[in-house]
Nanobody, 124 residues
Framework: QVQLVESGGGLVQTGGSLRLSCVPSGGIDNDLTMGWFRQAPGKEREFVAAIRWSGVRNWYADSLKGRFTISRDNAKNTAYLQMNSLKPEDTAVYYC?????????????????WGQGTQVTVSS
């Protein structure tokens, strides 16, 4: 069992930035992939970004490339999602999740453990 603790959500104005953090309680190895997803009210959960813990690979939703950056700090066992130039349509609950050994970890069903979610609200 891996627990994920997210933090960093909040209220920000359009054009602002937030950095989300996610700390896994265990299961860290080079096959670990951490992903970020988001879910807005009435919408399906959608892929945002993912990173292989080894750092050799990451993935982004095409629509978010250039504004969002995923990274991890091995020394702190923490993954981050830096979100810049935020827009009202970025408003959602953001979730981190982990999986192992997936070639293209962009679908929610490919992930085993999920965090509780953190709310991001972008005001216009």
């Amino acid at each position: 069992q891996v627990q994920l603790v997210e933090s960093g959500g909040g209220l920000v104005q359009t054009g602002g930035s937030l950095r989300l953090s996610c700390v896994p309680s265990g299961g860290i190895d080079n096959d670990l992939t951490m992903g970020w997803f988001r879910q807005a009210p009435g919408k399906e959960r959608e892929f945002v970004a993912a990173i292989r813990w080894s750092g050799v690979r990451n993935w982004y939703a095409d629509s978010l490339k250039g504004r969002f950056t995923i990274s991890r700090d091995n020394a702190k066992n923490t993954a981050y999602l830096q979100m810049n130039s935020l827009k009202p349509e970025d408003t959602a609950v953001y979730y981190c999740a982990v999986t192992w050994g997936r070639a293209t970890p962009v679908r929610p069903r490919e992930y085993t453990y999920w965090g509780q979610g953190t709310q991001v609200t972008v005001s216009s």
